[in-house]
């Protein structure tokens, strides 16, 4: 009998597993160049299969090197034309300058945070990593057949020195669309890599037209990172295209022939907009391409539970009371649960993913991942902040367990002051309970506070100025 295979653990949710890690056999070595020969000449084409980033940029070196074989011999003491492409793809892939093809590295210096800056310093990681696997690429031990392909303009900027050369006598038409079909692909894969927090890992499935499926969002996806509403279904959208091209649009992740993609918040905590790749399938589906979408599309139109204080103490001196048995739920099993829609109409590609969990006390609870990514998104950091808002003090507060919280039916809220309450504060006994809250809770102003921060109060000033607020204290995540 075969081994089983390692679980695929979560660390922001106690190691929790979701699904099994796999083995992610990549194109051994690279292949002799895909080709169609014609007398001396070859045109050139991708060979459909799975690869990494940089066995990518490693197929489509030969290009590069048929282009500097036919410019021939470089003049003494001239610049190596081979240095001379390379330096042009440097500054294609720059996010400053006169040739970049993502002009966002003004965003690196901005204040606070942004997608327009996070992408800015994810585009200059992604593009010294291909710059180095380009120069990395050796060329060739015998001189191969001229590549010829098609490629037209694409509107990228040479630099004046590739101008220079590719426009001089030493060049011809043939070597400026193999020059812009190199340049085009190394270009598209950056910006396919970019919703990647781990981009030097992710396993690709290139087909015959190698990168350039990436156009047909790439417009849409720039346009957003320029304006710095990088939507999180479009992230999710462009990781699909070099990964699983046949899934429908949406979803917050996915499963495919290599593996899955998940939000990154799920695995840290945090509320990046990134996603991870793992080396996991979730279900044994002989490696079906899978998408996780959300339970409830518009979770503004879910029913809502408006909560009332189960325990109300009259000043923050009480806060001491959190610690006592009568607020701290203790969490006894969870697990993850890959669920069909309940929808009879939706694609067979379609799943939800479950948090079911059991606490001591013997309340039960499930709430949707999809969910769970909302509350993280939206919820306010009381570290984000300089300190507690003393001027703020509230009157009263009300505690309650997780348990409860949690086994309360539809999407928490509290929209009224009525009952004198400020703050509704929960204790989080562990890093799953807290997940499983930012699922229940509805995601308008929830307030994490750390577990080593003195004081719930620590939550006054962040967040939104109207209506009670929501405080998780603890069950911070530990990498």
Wanted: aromatic letters at 6%; hydrophobic letters at 35%.
């Amino acid at each position: 009998m075969a081994a089983a295979r390692p679980l695929n653990r979560i660390p922001a949710f106690d190691g929790l597993a979701l699904g099994r890690l796999i083995n992610t056999p990549t194109q051994a070595a690279i292949h002799k160049v895909n080709h169609t020969a014609n007398g001396s000449s070859a045109k050139w084409r991708f060979q459909p299969g799975t690869y990494t980033t940089k066995q990518v940029v490693e197929h489509v070196a030969p290009l590069l090197n048929s282009l500097v074989a036919e410019l021939g011999q470089d003049p003494p003491g001239a610049v190596p034309s081979r240095k001379i492409l390379i330096d042009g793809l440097r500054s294609c892939l720059a996010t400053t300058g006169r040739e970049s093809t993502l002009p966002i590295g003004d965003a690196v210096n901005m204040a606070g945070e942004s997608a327009r800056k996070l992408m800015a310093k994810q585009a200059q990681r992604i593009g010294s990593l291909l710059v180095r696997c380009a120069q990395n690429s050796p060329p060739p031990d015998v001189t191969g057949p001229q590549m010829t392909v098609r490629s037209p303009c694409e509107g990228h900027v040479w630099t004046r020195e590739v101008a220079g050369l590719l426009i001089g006598p030493r060049s011809n038409g043939n070597l400026m669309q193999v020059y812009n079909e190199w340049l085009h692909q190394i270009v598209l894969l950056r910006d396919g890599l970019l919703p990647f927090e781990n981009f030097d890992e992710v396993q690709l499935t290139i087909r015959q037209e190698g990168t350039r499926p990436v156009e047909d969002i790439r417009s849409k996806f720039l346009m957003q990172i320029m304006t710095a509403q990088v939507k999180r279904t479009t992230i999710v959208d462009v990781a699909k295209v070099l990964t699983a091209s046949g899934l429908p649009s949406g979803g917050y992740g996915f499963q495919y022939g290599s593996g899955i993609v998940m939000p990154l918040s799920l695995f840290t905590g945090s509320s990046s907009i990134l996603l991870r790749y793992v080396p996991a399938t979730v279900e044994d589906s002989n490696h079906q391409e899978l998408l996780f979408d959300y339970e409830n599309k518009d979770y503004f139109s879910v029913p809502r539970h408006e909560t009332r204080a189960h325990e109300v103490t009259s000043n923050a001196s009480s806060m001491s009371a959190m610690n006592s048995s009568s607020v701290t739920s203790n969490l006894v099993f969870s697990s993850f649960a890959i669920e069909n829609p309940r929808e009879t109409n939706t694609s067979s590609q379609i799943r939800h993913i479950k948090l079911h969990s059991s606490f001591e006390d013997g309340a039960q609870y499930s709430v949707d991942v999809g969910q769970i990514t909302r509350g993280l998104r939206y919820a306010y950091r009381a570290a984000d902040t300089d300190g507690e808002d003393n001027s703020a003090e509230p009157s009263s507060f009300a505690l309650h367990k997780a348990s409860d919280v949690l086994s309360l039916p539809d999407l928490v809220t509290s929209t009224s002051h009525s009952d004198g309450v400020r703050l509704h504060v929960i204790p989080a006994g562990s890093a799953a309970e807290r997940m499983a809250l930012l699922g229940k809770l509805y995601p308008e102003n929830v307030v994490l506070v750390s577990g080593g921060q003195q004081s719930p109060t620590s939550a006054l000033g962040v967040g939104k100025g109207f209506g009670p607020q929501f405080v998780i204290v603890g069950g911070d995540v530990v990498a």
